[in-house]
């Protein structure tokens, strides 16, 4: 009988060329769902879902934070794994800490990792003027119909408060909510366009119909860079509500879903995303260029060119990154969306 695994994952981890090699050496069914919502994906695996898959990769803090307190997420084998997630000290660190659960257990791998904020031209908008005014260009006037929404509900939910002077990982008030939401009624009434389609929005950046879009960054407009596109860049603000900090980072985690007769390769395919050969093919799935973890090792790091390590803006990455709030649980998160998604522009 063929051995079958299921993944539920970001987009890149359900390509073919990562799940085809991983198949054919183990004689394997293999298949992945593709998330857009963290939120979502992981209220769906409480709800039930988690009977569907197993194998996860979501972002960091709903591995640690939400799912393994209530008993979904599979410890990992120490002798196994504790070598190959390990980064040495310095730029990784901040992202091998997710992979531990806050009693210590072994919980993930991590991998893709990156600010995810904003997107500008910036041959119409300065970057130092997009640095310091970050998410409040959206409230100025000559933007107005100039820019666009990435419809990545959590990540808009943080970028929202963000504009709004508000930490999003602590308790709002009503008064702090109600500034949300009138802040998201005049983000969509001001945009262009609004769509969950990152190279929709690149094409409106190259061909002129906007100047930037919230939210995103280097996992979005990637591609467009590729494509030789290089005025198009990521946008980490440099100021903010979280501790002083007015960006996001994300670090994805991937782990093995802790349910009855779950599949035996579900900890092999791990172990089979941290070898070289497939860490390089995860920085570059699905047309995207993003930074991965295991860029440390010299392997990894000389697979990328010089147009790709410009693509990911290799060169100001650790200075974006450290302007940038790791992404965490967010506990006004449920009332905003229910809130929020009715103003979308469809």
């Known amino acids: ?6 993944l539920l994952c970001w ?35 409480v709800a039930g879902d988690i009977r569907r898959f197993d194998v996860l990769n979501i972002n960091n ?17 120490e002798s196994r794994f504790a070598e190959l997630v390990r980064a040495p000290a310095g730029a990784f660190e901040r992202h091998v800490a997710w992979t531990r659960s806050l009693d210590g257990n072994l919980i993930g791998i991590c991998q893709r990792f990156g600010p995810f904020n904003m997107v500008v031209n910036t041959r119409r908008i300065d970057l130092g003027t997009a640095e310091d005014q970050g998410f409040a ?7 107005r119909q100039r820019y666009a929404i990435l ?47 990152h190279h929709r929005l690149n094409k409106a950046l ?19 860079r590729l494509e030789g596109h290089v005025h198009l860049r990521a946008v980490t603000p440099r100021r903010g509500p979280i501790d002083g900090k007015g960006g996001i980072a994300f670090t994805e985690i991937t782990s093995v879903l802790d349910r009855p007769q779950r599949s035996p390769l579900a900890e092999p395919f791990l172990a089979y995303l ?49 302007c940038c709030a ?21």
């Open 1 to 6: 009988m063929t051995r079958r695994l299921r």
């Open 11 to 45: 987009e890149g981890y359900d390509s073919r060329a990562i799940l085809d090699p991983f198949a054919e050496r183990h004689g394997a069914d293999v298949a992945a769902e593709t998330l857009l919502s963290d939120a979502a994906a992981a209220a769906g695996l």
């Open 61 to 77: 803090a709903y591995v640690r934070d939400y799912l393994y307190p209530r008993g979904l997420i599979a410890t990992l084998d």
């Open 137 to 143: 260009l959206a409230a100025d006037p000559l933007c």
């Open 151 to 197: 419809e990545y509900e959590d990540f808009n939910l943080f970028h929202l408060c963000i504009a709004a002077g508000i930490n999003p990982f602590t308790p709002l008030d009503a008064g702090q909510e109600e500034a949300v939401v009138d802040l998201a009624r005049r983000w969509y009434a001001g945009a262009a366009m609004a769509s969950a389609d």
């Open 206 to 224: 190259i061909d002129g119909e906007i100047d930037f879009y919230l939210s995103g960054g280097v996992y979005t407009v990637s591609p467009a």
């Open 274 to 322: 941290l070898e070289p050969e497939t860490a390089v093919r995860a920085a570059f799935a699905q047309g995207t260029c993003n930074p991965v973890v295991q860029m440390h090792d010299p392997r990894i790091f000389g697979a990328f060119s010089k147009p790709e390590l410009l693509a990911i803006q290799w060169d100001t990455l650790l200075e974006d990154m450290s």
């Open 326 to 346: 790791d992404y965490q649980l967010m506990p006004n998160h449920d009332r905003l969306l229910t809130r929020i998604r009715s103003m979308r522009l469809g």
